[in-house]
T-cell receptor, first 111, second 115 residues
Framework: NAGVTQTPKFQVLKTGQSMTLQCAQD?????MYWYRQDPGMGLRLIYY???????DKGEVPNGYNVSRLNKREFSLRLESAAPSQTSVYFC??????????FGAGTRLSVL | GEDVEQSLFLSVREGDSSVINCTYT??????LYWYKQEPGAGLQLLTY?????DMKQDQRLTVLLNKKDKHLSLRIADTQTGDSAIYFC???????????????FGKGTHLIIQP
């Protein structure tokens, strides 16, 4: 049971570079989420997709774009990375009741 | 919007009970959760409680909900070194209570176990 799989696990970028964080779930869940975790800040919601074909902004969407490619996959794109986007990024999915299943995270450093 | 508050650190002796507290602001929160995060790992759901419940027990874990005071607690009995982690309180209130619009997390409580 893979659950929620995130790639890559680690990434270092230079300011201004772009990259896409990938997330896939094999639990047939409808809803998927991207969070960022910063020291002392807990987790903050960046974007979410309540169902295939829909995406909505969360608390901190600026500087990010998302694509719900199909029911399984939800990607997060940084078009022009900034040092303020250095963080740990978590993808999650849920079928309902708010019980979210998390991936292991992507640790991103922007220099 | 919703705000969820937790103390940042809790230190307990091995074998004692740990009580981690959380307060939330939105009285329409319908589901409340406790997640555990070990170093370098993602978040693991420990337990959850619906807003129409006062208490839920699951092996060593006891969750108490005081809706009047908007206070949630997690008690871990017989705390072991393996319980050392960050514990997050989270709430949801969206879409049929299913939280389809995401969870609101507290900043997390670091549980430190003393031998």
């Amino acid at each position: 049971n893979a659950g929620v799989t995130q790639t890559p696990k680690f990434q270092v970028l230079k300011t201004g570079q772009s990259m896409t964080l990938q997330c896939a779930q094999d639990m047939n869940h409808n809803s998927m989420y991207w969070y960022r975790q910063d020291p002392g800040m807990g987790l903050r919601l960046i974007y979410y997709s309540a169902s295939e074909g829909t995406t909505d902004k969360g608390e901190v969407p600026n500087g990010y774009n998302v694509s719900r490619l199909n029911k399984r996959e939800f990607s997060l794109r940084l078009e022009s990375a900034a040092p303020s986007q250095t963080s740990v990024y978590f993808c999650a999915s849920t079928q309902g009741w708010g019980i979210q299943y998390f991936g292991a995270g992507t640790r991103l450093s922007v220099l | 919007g919703e705000d969820v508050e937790q103390s940042l650190f809790l230190s307990v002796r091995e074998g004692d009970s740990s009580v981690i507290n959380c307060t939330y602001t939105d009285s329409s929160s319908t589901y409340l959760y406790w997640y555990k995060q070990e170093p370098g790992a993602g978040l693991q759901l420990l337990t959850y409680i619906f807003s129409n419940m006062d208490m839920k027990q699951d092996q060593r874990l006891t969750v108490l909900l005081n809706k009047k005071d908007k206070h949630l607690s997690l008690r871990i009995a017989d705390t072991q070194t393996g319980d050392s982690a960050i514990y997050f309180c989270a709430s949801s209130y969206g879409y049929s209570g299913g939280g389809a619009d995401g969870l609101t997390f507290g900043k997390g409580t670091h549980l430190i176990i003393q031998p």
